[in-house]
């Protein structure tokens, strides 16, 4: 990019060829970002956990069938 540059040269010496830093991080973000991206499953619409059927209260389990009582 700079060639014969003595300036940028002694930057890169002092503080790091922040350039290529900045463009190795935004490659692995983007990479992040695709694979974040991707379709997949819509969040929230998870299908309802299976949940037993309540229990009849107590005066109803105990009741009798038509006609089951003998007197």
Same mark, same amino acid.
């Given at each position: 990019?700079?060639?014969?540059? +003595?300036?940028?040269?002694?930057?890169?010496? !002092?503080? =790091?060829?922040?350039?290529?830093?900045?463009?190795? !991080?935004?490659?692995?973000?983007?990479?992040?970002?695709?694979?974040?991206?991707?379709? /997949?499953?819509?969040? =929230?619409?998870?299908? $309802?956990?299976?949940?037993? $059927?309540? #229990?009849?209260?107590?005066?109803?389990? /105990?009741?009798?069938? +038509? %006609? %089951?009582? #003998? /007197?």
């Amino acid at each position: 990019m700079f060639q014969d540059s +003595p300036i940028y040269d002694r930057l890169i010496a !002092e503080r =790091g060829d922040v350039p290529t830093q900045a463009r190795r !991080e935004a490659e692995r973000v983007s990479r992040e970002m695709e694979f974040v991206m991707q379709p /997949g499953p819509p969040l =929230g619409h998870a299908p $309802a956990p299976h949940r037993p $059927a309540p #229990q009849a209260p107590a005066w109803q389990r /105990g009741a009798l069938p +038509p %006609g %089951g009582h #003998q /007197g």
